[in-house]
């Protein structure tokens, strides 16, 4: 049974910087795109960034290209997203995914499953 449990989320002001983290287990983790989702209130889950089987290539949501890292460990079977220069509109809970898509569709939210149970980021003064 495939696990996820993100962590490292918070209030931070806008222009700060997050580090979230997510531990897997019970999948072969290498054989697996890792990848970060958000969610606002009110709207539909989204793609945020990838990091591709078994990596290093990476994929981003357009607006965090530039301030976001995603980043894994095959060996610890971690996946880590670091956030910098935060904005408001960063707000909201983000969970770890998996996804085994083809790479033309890896930004659709669609292709991703076994989420975790999120953690919440909150940007704002």
């Known amino acids: 049974q495939v696990q996820l449990a993100e962590s490292g989320g918070g209030l931070v002001q806008p222009g700060g910087s997050l580090r979230l983290s997510c531990a897997a287990s019970?999948?072969?983790?290498?054989?697996?795109?890792m990848g970060w989702l958000r969610q606002a209130p009110g709207k539909e889950r989204e793609f945020v960034a990838a990091?591709?089987?078994?990596?290093?290539?990476?994929y981003y949501k357009e607006s965090v290209e530039g301030r976001f890292t995603i980043s894994r460990d095959n060996a610890k079977k971690m996946v880590y997203l670091q956030m910098n220069s935060l904005k408001p509109e960063d707000t909201g809970i983000y969970y770890c995914a998996t996804s085994t898509a083809a790479i033309s569709a890896i930004r659709e939210s669609k292709m991703w499953h076994s989420w975790g149970q999120g953690t919440q980021v909150t940007v704002s003064s």
């Open positions: 990091s591709s089987r078994p990596g290093p290539r990476t």
């Open positions: 019970g999948l072969p983790f290498i054989n697996y795109h």
